[in-house]
């Protein structure tokens, strides 16, 4: 299974941008899909995930601002960042899990500054 993430990059506080994850292989069918993400000197934390039927939860600090969704037919999680903070500077990682079997994708830089 291979998780290939878009859609990082630079945007100035209060911007927008949207994370895409896609998974791609040998998948019968992928139970939560989530994204991570870790700042700097920091360990990584739990931003958001969304289960098989479209049940999401999500870290405290990201609550009204992000939206999780997924599309279960393309095997791929978004990540809808709105309102964006210098705190929120990260590496994002996607996580998916099949049957008990967790991956992740390779990260994707986002830089939130003035």
């Known amino acids: 299974v291979q998780l290939q993430a878009s859609g990082g990059g630079w945007v100035q506080p209060g911007g927008s941008l949207r994370l895409s994850c896609a998974a791609s292989?040998?998948?019968?069918?992928?139970?939560?899909m989530g994204w991570y993400r870790q700042a700097p000197g920091k360990q990584r934390e739990l931003v958001a995930r969304?289960?098989?039927?479209?049940?999401?939860n999500y870290a405290d600090s990201v609550k009204g601002r992000f939206t999780i969704s997924r599309d279960n037919a393309k095997n791929t999680v978004y990540l809808q960042m709105n309102s964006l903070k210098p705190e929120d500077t990260a590496v994002y990682y996607c996580?998916?899990?099949?049957?008990?079997?967790?991956?992740w994708g390779q990260g994707t830089q986002v830089t939130v500054s003035s």
């Open positions: 996580n998916v899990v099949i049957i008990s079997r967790v991956f």
């Open positions: 292989g040998s998948i019968f069918s992928i139970n939560d």
């Open positions: 969304i289960t098989r039927g479209g049940s999401p």
